[in-house]
């Protein structure tokens, strides 16, 4: 039986490095590990084979030779697994692990060539051909020291607690090492290796594994589950034997009962048992589980009526600094930008301003960083010094990872959108995270998103008033600024229309006078008659300035009495039908009796006038104009009533974004390279102070005047149409109101 097991358990160890393997592959690690992990495979894996067909030979002691050579090459295998595993060159470290299977070889070659017996004294014989074994045992030696040392010195250079738990994992390795080493030169074992299995097993998982749990905490739950079913045995023990002595007496008793009673018993307080074990074994080792709902719910209250950007870093940061154990923490927000179709992510750090600013940083939407937070898991320091992906980050990332100290980084998530980032550092007992750690982190940064995006609101809203008061002071000097250069412009208007009136009477005056001459040549009087249009066409600006700058700035009174409109009106129609007749167009007149207004003649004069000029002038040729008026009822607006007069025509129209600006002085409506002097022809420019001193007119008789128009169209013509409305003076009592005469008439 014993040489049959003895095959059987090396055969199931050549399955178990089989399976190693396998696992190995498809778990993937980096190509040089993978290599590596294969290479710690294959050597038991072939010398349990040979150390197998050794045994079904009868070969014992080569079979046991076998086993020491074994444990050399796994020596080899583990010391360039712990050279790759601290980022060391792994050609060069392996140096001295080279010469010892040539010293092996070297000694198989030579030792046939030796006595049978080198060395005797006493019991204590040495063979020859035990000398490669001494060799394979001497270099298994040598690298074990070698391998320890190393290891020592690369632990106290670990300060970040996840390396160092899991660079904890060599010292297990190296413990079973030397077990296996005992197990192959002092207790020889050729049928089955369990301890070289676990120490095979340990490194696989160590290498396919990157985030690894802490030896510690291992060691936590075997104890907690040891200390439980050794509870349960000693109970089992002593309620068997109890029951013994009380009921083996009695006739009825069956022990077969008895014990599925008691089985039954133990099944019910197991869980309990073990949930007081956990509780006094944690407490023992000061690894108490905190109540993760009451925090998440204490936490929510503290921070969700904060509102104040930094005071929410502060409070939240301190807050699970003190929850969690931490050192120091930090609070980024996140920012989307897009430019040039590129999409960026911008964390900015809240900080006091007393306190050390942080650069932001700015990640692509494709970067590695970027894409591990989208996921919504934490990120640790150690996944970005382990994981390939973040090998190619920049030297200013890198540096502006390692200047914040940090262990690990949470995102913040609110609706599916990234706006937050929690960069924590290393645990006050520099123990590293675990599982529950991560999990309740990521609980607070889920209840951070919404006190987050309100103080986001109102930080914006912050922003927008200091960005609305500072358009708003601006709009302010604009408009003082304007209200100056108005004002420069009238005190222009009103000196030159002041100086230029008096020489330009002089000058129309002996013009006028030389007219009058009857022996003029005629050219000469030619001459003169374009002299006086000339004269009187300056004069005609300068008394429209004057005027405008007289009735805007107050300085002079109107000249009011009762006018008769519809006589206004049709003076200026007869005044303007030559030029209607010049245009081919007609002007319909269609004035019911209307009461009379107060007002100024001349100015009210001017005004129909210019309303009914410039429909001709923006009407092209055989265009239509008409003017009609009705009688307005009192408003709160208008008490006393009015009259309301319409100008229409089916010219080019005005466009709707200029309907006030059409009033304004020197407005021109189409380009200025098309300004004519002329006044016949169709949308010739003039001085731009004809609809201005309209606006100035009806304003001083606190009238109002507007245009409606679908648009400005130089193709279809749409047409205008300009309102004046002019306030009634409501009769004393006795007094009649007068009425003019109805007007029904066309032009020319």
């Known amino acids: 039986m014993a040489q049959l097991s003895l095959p059987l358990l090396a055969g199931l160890e050549i399955l178990f490095y089989a399976g190693g393997i396998w696992h190995t592959w498809r778990s993937n690690p980096e190509r040089k590990s993978g290599f590596l992990l294969t290479f710690l495979l294959g050597i038991p894996l072939l010398g349990r084979g040979l150390v197998l067909f050794q045994m079904l030979q009868g070969a014992t002691q080569t079979a046991t030779f076998w086993e020491t050579y074994i444990a050399l090459g796994t020596a080899i ?6 050279v790759n595993f601290r980022r060391r060159n792994v050609l060069r470290a392996s140096l001295p692990a080279w010469p010892w299977p040539l010293l092996v070889i070297g000694l198989a070659i030579f030792q046939p060539r030796l006595p049978a017996i ?4 006493g019991l204590y014989i040495l063979p020859s051909a035990a000398l490669p074994a001494m060799g394979a045992f001497v270099g298994w030696l040598i690298l074990g020291l070698i391998m320890s040392l190393f290891a020592l010195s690369e632990a106290r250079r670990i300060h970040q607690p996840m390396h160092r738990a899991r660079f904890a994992y060599w010292g297990l390795i190296l413990l079973l090492f030397a077990l296996d080493g005992w197990m192959t030169f002092v207790w020889p074992t050729p049928g089955f290796h369990p301890v070289r299995a676990a120490m095979v097993w340990t490194v696989i ?3 396919t594994h990157h985030r690894v749990r802490a030896l510690r905490e291992i060691l936590r739950v075997i104890l907690i589950y040891l200390s439980t079913i050794l509870l349960i045995g000693i109970l089992y023990l002593v309620t068997t034997v109890v029951t013994e002595r009380l009921f083996s007496n009695r006739p009825n008793y069956n022990p077969l009962w008895s014990g599925s009673l008691i089985a039954l018993g133990l099944a019910l307080i197991f869980a309990p048992l073990l949930n007081q074990v956990q509780k006094v074994i944690n407490r023992w080792l000061r690894a108490e589980r905190p109540n993760v709902s009451r925090i998440v719910q204490l936490y929510s209250q503290n921070i969700s009526h904060i509102l104040e950007m930094q005071r929410l870093a502060q409070v939240a940061v301190a807050l699970i600094m003190e929850t969690v154990g931490l050192q120091h923490g930090f609070l980024f927000l996140v920012e989307k930008l897009n430019s040039d179709g590129i999409t960026r992510y911008r964390l900015r ?21 970027t894409d591990f937070l989208l996921r919504g898991q934490p990120l640790l320091q150690y996944d970005v010094d382990f994981l390939p992906e973040f090998r190619e980050l920049s030297s200013f990332e890198r540096e502006w990872l390692q200047a914040l100290q940090a262990e690990i980084y949470v995102p913040i998530f609110s609706k599916g959108n990234w706006i937050g980032l929690f960069a924590f550092g290393p645990h006050l007992n520099a123990q590293p995270f675990s599982e529950q750690d991560l999990a309740l982190l990521t609980a607070l940064a889920q209840q951070t998103a919404i006190a987050l995006e309100n103080a986001k609101l109102v930080e914006d809203l912050v922003r927008l008033n200091r960005e609305l008061r500072q358009t708003t002071y601006a709009l302010e000097k604009a408009q003082r600024e304007v209200e100056r250069l108005d004002r420069t412009r009238a005190d222009f208007i009103s000196i030159a229309s002041h100086e230029l009136r008096t020489p330009l009477t002089v000058i129309r005056s002996y013009v006028e006078m030389l007219l009058e001459k009857e022996d003029l040549d005629a050219d000469v009087r030619t001459f003169l008659k374009s002299m006086h249009e000339s004269t009187l066409r300056m004069h005609n600006i300068l008394e429209s300035m004057f005027a405008i700058t007289q ?3 107050h300085t002079s009174p109107l000249e009011t009495e009762m006018v008769d409109i519809g006589m206004l009106v049709r003076e200026a129609a007869e005044a303007l039908a030559p030029r209607l007749a010049q245009r081919s167009q007609v002007l319909q007149i269609d004035l019911p009796a209307l009461p009379f207004v107060p007002g100024d003649r001349t100015l009210l004069s001017k005004v129909f006038f210019q309303l009914i000029e410039n429909g001709i002038k923006f009407t092209p040729d055989g265009g239509q104009l008409r ?69 100035a ?13 679908p648009g400005y169209d130089e193709v279809h013509f749409p047409g205008s149409q300009f309102h004046v409305l002019l306030p009634l003076h409501p009769p004393s009592s006795g007094q009649t109101i007068r009425m003019g005469s109805a007007l029904r008439q066309k032009y020319p």
């Not at 080198?118 to 004294?121: D, G, H, L, T, V």
Request: with cysteine; hydrophobic share 40%.
């Open 77 to 82: 295998a583990l010391w360039l697994l712990l």
């Open 551 to 553: 009735l805007t700035q």
């Open 349 to 369: 750090a809240v900080r006091h301003p007393a306190e050390r600013s942080i650069k932001p940083l700015e990640l692509p939407e494709n970067h590695p960083l």
């Open 205 to 207: 998982y160590l290498f």
């Open 118 to 121: 080198i060395w005797e004294r």
């Open 627 to 695: 003017v009609e008026a009705k009688l307005q009822r009192p408003t709160p607006d208008l008490p006393t009533g009015g009259v309301e007069l319409s100008f229409s025509d089916t010219g080019v129209g005005v466009d709707p974004s200029q309907r006030e600006a059409i009033f304004t002085k020197f407005y021109q409506s189409s380009d200025v390279e098309r300004h004519s002097t002329s006044k016949v022809r169709f949308m010739g420019g003039g001085t731009g102070l004809g609809l201005a001193l309209c606006k």
């Open 697 to 709: 007119v009806v304003d001083a008789h606190k009238g109002r005047i507007w245009v409606e128009s």
